[in-house]
């Protein structure tokens, strides 16, 4: 009896083994597809992060514009080719 009913473990031991080994590699929501959201996510907080720092820069651009109006003479002429009276400007081809 007692040999039948450890065979009987084992056997419903290695079913749930079985079991639990399919569902991770085969199932819809698998180590390989965690994985690669793993990698997903990696790629997004890189991302992430080089946006934060072009917000950072494009931010304190717009507080020096705001703030000094040196600032905004030369972006001024940077951007909108704007030229004062006694000023000359050189075209080039």
């Given at each position: 009896m007692s040999v039948i009913k450890s065979k009987f473990i084992f056997l419903i031991y290695f079913l749930i083994s079985f079991f639990l080994l399919f569902?991770?590699?085969?199932?819809?929501?698998?180590?390989?597809?965690?994985?690669?959201n793993y990698d997903l996510i990696k790629e997004y907080q890189i991302t992430l992060i080089n946006k934060k720092k072009e917000f950072e820069t494009l931010e304190n651009f717009l507080n020096n514009f705001k703030n000094s109006d040196d600032f905004k003479k030369i972006v001024i002429k940077d951007k909108l080719f704007y030229k004062e009276k006694g000023e000359k400007i050189f075209l080039y081809d």
């Open positions: 569902e991770i590699l085969f199932s819809e929501k698998n180590i390989f597809k965690f994985h690669h």
